[in-house]
């Protein structure tokens, strides 16, 4: 990997102290081109010991959240707690242009390290503080996990699709509400930089992932001025109607539709199911012109559907997607890893990327560029870094400071 220099965060520098909360901002951040410093704890950082582990073993140089989340970062260790690694802390922020942090509100400021305190080092500098309910408010102090976050964010909620009575349940496995967060830190990040270079002036981003996920439901509102609901979808029909279907392989997403969208549900669907000979002369003519959901029985969905879930198991999920396309019906398999692993369209647009990991012997395969920027596309730069990878170099060759004073910070847990 080689350093991305037309990237268009090249020219800044980022000081990344997030744990789990704010570590997507900075991964984000590096692969847009930007000098992005990961400040571990001597020993290394919590996160490393997220699994799964590189062929399951057990290590904090081999856990694959950490490389995922960390790409295209330098790394070093610190304690800021130190009045020595404080001062260390300073002197790099004096060269920085943002910090990323997502400790609890207060702490910065108790270490002197606020914006206030930041800004004196650093005119221009830019503060991003990723936490779970912002620097102000009652809930302020709170902690709070992933599955907090969607609670209180109403994602939750809205996680019930087959029924309203059922509970909700949990979103996601890794931390989906952490990387709307970060991805939002991004923009608040891209504002503030673009509001500096007009005005000379830094500011304070302070991200709420409870605000994050708020907007998560909102769309139903906007669209349709409507609240949506646990289940709504199901709770607004009589009838119990299936939307993801077994196949031979796997799943598709499809459903019955009547009225004018049956041309691109229902009728090229039953007119295939019937070339193979799957489809009653009942549902051959079916009146899909008057068909409604909200006017038939349950014993006419599940006729027809007895019938459709016999024809998809005996097609691969390849086969339904290629009959799909052809008789022009809006049905499409549901992917699983090894599917997009080998999805012709991803690997057109070149999205895997192939990163060396020298340690390792081997190359990995990542999640490449989210957006194809014609002059300044997000790169992967290099691999995330090893514990204290690049002290010497940051520390040495940046700052100035002698391999003897280097080994006595060493020795004193400052690195």
């Given amino acids: 990997m080689t350093e991305n220099v037309d990237g268009m965060?090249?020219?800044?520098?980022?000081?990344?102290?997030?744990?789990?909360?704010?570590?997507?901002?900075?991964?984000?951040?590096?692969?847009?081109?930007?000098?992005?410093?990961?400040?571990?704890?001597?020993g290394g950082d919590s996160a490393r010991n997220i699994g799964p582990f590189y062929h399951d073993e057990v290590d904090p140089e081999k856990s694959l959240y950490w490389f995922a989340m960390n790409t295209s970062k330098r790394g070093i260790t610190l304690d800021i707690e130190k009045p020595e690694g404080l001062d260390l802390f300073k002197r790099l922020a004096r060269t920085a242009d943002l910090?990323?942090?997502?400790?609890?509100?207060?702490?910065?400021?108790?270490?002197?390290?606020?914006?206030?305190?930041?800004?004196?080092?650093?005119?221009?500098?830019?503060?991003?503080?990723?936490?779970?309910?912002?620097?102000?408010?009652?809930?302020?102090?709170?902690?709070?996990?992933?599955?907090?976050?969607?609670?209180?964010?109403?994602?939750?909620?809205?996680?019930?699709?087959?029924?309203?009575?059922?509970?909700?349940?949990?979103?996601?496995?890794?931390?989906?509400?952490?990387?709307?967060?970060?991805?939002?830190?991004?923009?608040?990040?891209?504002?503030?930089?673009?509001?500096?270079?007009?005005?000379?002036?830094?500011?304070?981003?302070?991200?709420?992932?409870?605000?994050?996920?708020?907007?998560?439901?909102?769309?139903?509102?906007?669209?349709?001025?409507?609240?949506?609901?646990r289940g709504q979808f199901q709770a607004m029909m009589p009838v119990n109607v299936t939307h993801i279907w077994p196949c031979k392989d796997g799943h598709v997403m499809w459903r019955y539709t009547g009225g004018p969208m049956a041309k691109r549900h229902s009728i090229p669907l039953v007119n295939w199911m019937a070339e193979e000979g799957m489809a009653d002369d009942w549902l051959k003519n079916f009146d899909w012109e008057n068909f409604s959901h909200f006017e038939t029985t349950q014993e006419t969905i599940d006729r027809m559907e007895k019938q459709t879930i016999d024809f998809f198991m005996t097609h691969t999920k390849i086969e339904l997607m290629e009959g799909a396309i052809k008789y022009r019906i809006m049905l499409y398999p549901i992917s699983a890893a090894n599917d997009l692993l080998e999805s012709p369209q991803l690997a057109a647009r070149g999205f895997w990327t192939e990163v060396e990991h020298p340690e390792l012997g081997t190359t990995i395969t990542y999640p490449g560029k989210w957006a194809n920027n014609s002059e300044t596309p997000p790169v992967i730069s290099r691999r995330a870094p090893l514990i204290g990878e690049h002290n010497q170099e940051v520390y040495e060759e940046e700052l100035g400071i002698s391999v003897e004073s280097l080994q006595e910070l060493k020795q004193a847990g400052v690195i």
């Fill in 9 to 42: 965060l090249s020219p800044y520098r980022v000081l990344d102290l997030t744990d789990e909360k704010g570590i997507f901002c900075g991964k984000l951040m590096g692969d847009m081109g930007a000098d992005v410093i990961k400040i571990e704890t001597p």
């Fill in 99 to 229: 910090v990323v942090e997502s400790f609890p509100p207060g702490y910065m400021d108790r270490l002197g390290l606020g914006y206030a305190d930041l800004e004196k080092l650093n005119p221009g500098i830019i503060l991003v503080s990723i936490t779970p309910f912002g620097q102000t408010g009652p809930y302020k102090d709170f902690k709070g996990s992933d599955i907090v976050m969607w609670a209180v964010g109403a994602g939750a909620n809205m996680r019930s699709f087959d029924s309203p009575d059922r509970p909700p349940f949990r979103v996601s496995h890794h931390p989906q509400t952490y990387f709307h967060a970060g991805t939002e830190a991004v923009v608040g990040a891209l504002v503030a930089l673009n509001y500096r270079g007009t005005s000379g002036e830094g500011q304070h981003v302070d991200v709420s992932i409870q605000e994050c996920v708020n907007w998560h439901p909102c769309g139903d509102w906007d669209l349709n001025r409507r609240m949506p609901k």
